[in-house]
């Protein structure tokens, strides 16, 4: 457990704090086919800035747009030993650069990326998962390790800190889930802590991704049902969406998408930019001209996702 909260933690920090780029908006949409191997990702970066402060310089800002272009989950977290065993399943297309005249930061960028065989990369992550959550330990360690992690989202330094990079919100909706562990009973716990290396942890079903916790019948109904939950479950859509927290066979389960609707993550960095650069930046980036649709319209974001949506949810 302690190493899932840890990676957590890194999911905010390291989206949030991009060295010297600064991103003002970023947006991932998944499409989960319903009847496929495959699943389809779309990430747009808007506003792509030289962050301003002290310690940036446009030379390590160029350095970091062609971190950008490799292929691995840096659009997530980068250097979390995660990505030679997942990627192996994951089909990159290249990095491209465009410009958004509409935008007053107009540097953007866009990428597609499969999952080529879900199931083989379901099946690595829940391995990875289970090792994490387990770790050799029982019930009363699980309980211990949640209630550390518990106090370590609560310290008013981490907090100070999430603020200061302009992830907050998004910091304290992720500790949230420690609050919600925390209010797992015993038998829950055992059941988390034997339920082994096939455990399928993170399922993908037609249009949509399920993580299940395997909890009991009467604590996932009070968990799913409670006041704090539905808190959560509210802060959670301002950087996910669909999302929801349901009771089903194996105990709870949080649910990203439903029927007819991508599932969509957006993150916002509030951090200040260094405009005096954004010339010299996007020259690097070979300065990139608008996208023209059909039309003759200039693309932007939400432009670009619907077209993607539409393309990844038509029927044969």
Known sequence: MRRTIELLFAVVAVTASSGCLVIE?????????????????YYVF????VLENKNSSLEAA??????????????????????????KHCGFEKLRFYSDPDRKRSLCADRRMTIKDRQAFAKE???????????????EDLRAKIRNAKSAAEDKEQRKNA???????LFQS????TELADRLDQTSLKRIVNAGDEFAWVRFEPESVRLVIPATADCAKQIAG??????????????VEPIDLQVCDEGLAIVLGKKGQAI??????????????????????????AITLDGGKKANAEKLIEQFVREKTKKP
Not at 25 to 41: F, I, N, Y
Not at 125 to 139: K, P, S, V
Not at 163 to 169: C, I, K, P, R, T
Request: charged share 30%; aromatic share 6%.
């Open 25 to 41: 908006k970023k947006a991932m949409v998944m499409v989960v086919p319903a009847d496929s191997k495959e699943v389809h990702l």
């Open 46 to 49: 808007e506003g792509i800035s």
């Open 62 to 87: 160029t350095g970091q747009l062609d971190e950008m272009k490799k292929d691995n989950f840096s659009f997530f977290v980068s250097d979390n030993g995660l990505d030679d065993s997942l990627v």
């Open 125 to 139: 992550l829940n391995r990875m998962i289970a090792a994490a959550l387990t770790d050799g330990g029982n019930e």
């Open 163 to 169: 603020e200061a990079l302009g992830v907050g919100a």
């Open 174 to 177: 992720v500790c949230t889930l």
């Open 226 to 239: 409670d006041q704090k939950s539905k808190e959560w479950l509210k802060k959670m859509t301002e950087f």
């Open 264 to 289: 969509r993550l957006t993150y916002r960095d509030t951090r200040p930019h260094r405009p005096r650069d954004e010339e010299a930046l996007a020259k690097y980036a070979g300065s990139p001209e």
